[in-house]
């Protein structure tokens, strides 16, 4: 549904818009600045900006919060308007959106990045550095020790290896394919489970050759997108699947969705994101349906993602929000 406008002064609200993304490969090792892959979503949230005191609402999911106020949100939301020097007293922000929550979709790098152009637009500031540098600080509050790569898909849209030390690159996507996107139902918490691969790394130094091991699935799975090597890449999908699971990063929503999207004629899939819940992604040329009935027969939503294209998500089920969003955010709804 459409909410009404912004009553506004001066110019008028400003849009903008953050994509939910997939990790392809290299999720939790590119924390240690390995190379990982991802692809922005056509899912994603909208903000919207414009005069007002310092509140920031999304009526479709009960949310109101306030920059400072304590919550999540609200600290995030004081971090964006700190960096871009806004006045909390006299900015609102109104958010929306299709991409799940704590699916491990990125949902939190967009409506950071969604908020920081919208802010910096409706004030004539510059929506690009400034306002990624802004959406990088609420991603610190969101997780603590972000890498950084959802919030560059979340700025980009397209498919990009991104490393630490390097920043994001697009990639030359040879041939655009579908993905198959299952929720796993489960809220996912990405610096919970950060926090743990750092404790296991910590005790158990043998788990950096498996760190290692993912960075280079993930830059193998990079000149697979070049040549248009789908088998390959689903393979390096596989592949990635065990070495998170040796990372303690799976469950067994995951790996039940993982195996029915084998069962179903998938040539390979694997968790993405944080893990711990959240989702999977599976490539199953010709077989994508198969896949989303097996996943639905079994009680998990899912949806197919074009990547490499810029032709829109097909969404089986076009909300699916996995956790409400307030409480993805650390807010009570109202
Ligand atoms: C979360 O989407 C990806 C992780 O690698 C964390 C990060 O890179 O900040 C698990």
Redesign the pocket.
């Known amino acids: 549904m459409r909410d009404a406008p912004l009553d506004l002064h001066g110019d008028g609200p400003r849009r903008a818009f953050g994509h939910g993304?997939v990790?392809l490969l290299?999720?939790?090792?590119?924390?240690y600045d390995q190379p990982?892959l991802?692809a922005g979503l056509s899912l994603g949230v909208w903000a919207e900006a414009g005069d007002g005191t310092g509140e920031l609402t999304a009526s479709g999911w009960n949310l109101r919060a306030r920059a400072g106020d304590g919550t999540a949100i609200g600290q995030a939301f004081a971090a964006i308007l700190s960096r871009l020097e806004v006045d909390a007293a006299k900015v609102d922000v109104r958010l929306g959106g299709d991409l799940p929550t704590r699916a491990?979709l990125?949902s939190s790098?967009a409506i950071g990045i969604a908020v920081a152009r919208a802010v910096a637009a409706v004030r004539g500031k510059d929506a690009g550095a400034l306002a990624l540098a802004a959406a990088a600080d609420a991603?610190v509050v969101f997780?603590g020790?972000?890498?950084?790569?959802?919030l560059a898909a979340a700025s980009s849209g397209q498919v990009g290896r991104f490393q630490k030390s390097v920043g994001w690159r697009p990639i030359a996507v040879l041939q655009p394919m579908t993905l198959c996107v299952g929720l796993s139902g489960v809220a996912?918490d990405?610096r919970a489970?950060?926090d743990a691969?750092r404790r296991l790394r910590d005790r158990t130094p043998q788990v950096q050759a498996v760190i290692v091991a993912a960075g280079a699935v993930a830059l193998a799975g990079e000149s697979a997108l070049e040549r248009g090597d789908i088998d390959e890449l689903g393979r390096l999908f596989d592949v990635a699947h065990g070495l998170l699971a040796a990372l303690r990063?799976s469950s067994p929503e995951l790996d039940t969705l993982v195996h029915l999207a084998r069962g179903a004629g998938a040539i390979g899939a694997k968790l993405?994101?944080?893990?711990g819940g959240?989702a999977v992604i599976a490539l199953a040329p010709g077989h994508e349906r198969d896949v989303l009935a097996k996943w639905a027969a079994a009680g998990f939503k899912g949806f197919m993602a074009q990547i490499g294209s810029s032709r829109r998500d097909s969404s089986l089920d076009p909300v699916g929000i996995a956790t409400p969003l307030p409480r993805a955010l650390g807010v009570e709804a109202r």
Not at 145 to 150: L, V
């Open positions: 993304k990790i290299g999720e939790h090792a590119v924390v990982a991802g491990g990125g790098a991603e997780h020790t972000p890498s950084g790569i959802d996912r990405t489970q950060v691969v990063v993405t994101g944080a893990g959240g």
